[in-house]
Each structure stands twice: as C-alpha cells, then as structure tokens.
C-alpha cells in the first residue's frame, strides 16, 4: 500500500486546512485509516483515526472541536479538516492504514505509513 498525503501548507493562527491522503496499491479498504503528527524535537503523537467503514472517529484530546476526520470508503481516502488552527498544531502530519478494520491511537497499530505533509501554523 502506497500513500499519498497533500493539502498541508503555511497557514495563520485560526485559519483551516484539509489534509487528505489516498491510499493506492494493495486495497485498503479494510483497514483503519489515521493520521498522527511530529513536530520538530517532539515524539510523534496521535492526531485521529476511523475505522475500515469511515465510523468510530476517535480524536487527541488536544484536537478536539477543532479537527475532524472522515473517510471516503471505496477510494481508500482519508481527511482531516481542521479549523481554528494554533501555533502548536505545526507539525508533519503523517497519514498510516492501520494492521487491522479499526484504526486507534498507539502507532503500533498501523502498518503503512505517508510521507507526511507539512503544517505551518503562524501566530
């Protein structure tokens, strides 16, 4: 499985962006589907994920009410919209399809990975 992320950018504080991510190659169409983030000297952290079918969203606490994640089922696609953008939510934003249908916060759990797209919030 091969993924492609887009849609990160320079943006200013308060400000949205929509990040999405395709999955080619090998379906996965069966599988989770998240996104997590590393920002410059930081671990790289949970942002959001959904399961095989687009539901069970489960999002970072620090996210939440601010970002969601959906799901185009039989394009294997993935998005995350985010709205009301912070300095600290700067960061790559990488995109991963999970090991099994339900996607999950440990990284553990996801098997392929994008190479990422870089958010730039300015304050």
């Known amino acids: 499985v091969q993924l492609q992320a887009f849609g990160g950018g320079l943006v200013q504080a308060g400000g949205s962006l929509r990040l999405s991510c395709a999955a080619s190659g090998r379906t996965a169409s069966n599988n989770g589907m998240g996104w997590f983030r590393q920002a410059p000297g930081k671990e790289r952290e949970f942002v959001a994920s959904?399961?095989?079918?687009?539901?069970?969203?489960l999002l970072a606490d620090s996210v939440k009410g601010r970002f969601t994640i959906s799901r185009e089922y039989a394009k294997s696609t993935v998005y995350l919209h985010m709205t009301s953008l912070r300095p600290d939510d700067t960061a790559v934003y990488y995109c991963?399809?999970?090991?099994?249908?339900?996607?999950?916060?440990?990284?553990?759990?996801?098997?392929?990975w994008g190479q990422g797209t870089q958010v730039t919030v300015s304050s």
């Open positions: 991963a399809v999970a090991r099994g249908p339900y996607g999950g916060s440990g990284s553990e759990g996801y098997r392929y």
């Open positions: 959904v399961n095989w079918k687009g539901g069970s969203e």
